[in-house]
């Protein structure tokens, strides 16, 4: 697994539960060491041991753990980057919706060696849709069920999300868009800034 994906459980964890709760994951974890290197590769088995030690820490099924992370890569201050990255896709949420069949391009062409699950949203109706997230990445759909949250939460809008489960190979994420402008939203200006 990336050390970009394995870095950002890291920040989450010592953002959310405090450097000594990481500490403890790591020794708990045998990984010999206490902090991930943000271009390595590392085996999916050190990453899957971290959140079964984590799991077990704070008392939390790993699929809402990871829900939480997806959340914190959009809302958190020092996350700026990738939410930008995200409210590219579009000045709404429904356009957000519709830039994430593109997402794992985009990701690569800033970090070519990462390889993101392709998605593909499918729209049901004027308010319904699916996302599906192909496999290849354990717990990806967790974490986009957190990201489609928080950039909810971003544009303004109102939403129901569900994780479906499994339908032939993807896994499935339903959206209701209940409003599209529930509230204000956070503030995002697409041209740069002068200081």
């Known amino acids: 697994m990336h050390g970009l994906i394995n870095r950002a459980i890291q920040s989450f964890v010592r953002a959310t539960y405090g450097r000594s709760c990481w500490l ?23 990453s899957i041991r971290v959140m079964d030690v984590l799991s077990a820490e704070i008392g939390r099924p790993k699929a809402e753990i990871l829900e939480d992370v ?50 593909e949203l499918r729209e049901l ?5 699916q996302l599906l997230c192909d496999p290849g990445l354990p ?28 339908h032939e190979t993807a896994e499935v994420i339903t959206v209701t868009l209940v409003e599209s402008a529930f509230s204000e939203g956070r503030h995002f200006d697409l041209g740069a800034r002068a200081e």
């Open 139 to 166: 717990g990806y759909s967790s974490v986009m069920v957190g990201v489609l949250r928080a950039m909810a939460d971003d544009y303004g809008a109102l939403v129901i999300l569900s994780h479906d489960g499994q």
């Open 24 to 46: 403890r994951v790591t020794e708990a974890a045998e990984l010999g060491f206490v902090e991930f290197e943000a271009m390595l590769i590392y085996d999916d088995d050190v």
């Open 125 to 129: 109706s004027m308010t319904g849709y």
């Open 70 to 119: 997806g959340t914190y890569l959009v809302s958190h201050p020092n996350m700026e980057g990738l939410r930008r990255l995200l409210r590219f896709g579009g000045g709404t949420y429904v356009e957000f919706l519709h830039s994430l069949d593109d997402l794992s391009d985009r990701v690569r062409l800033a970090v070519s060696d990462l390889a993101l699950p392709a998605l």
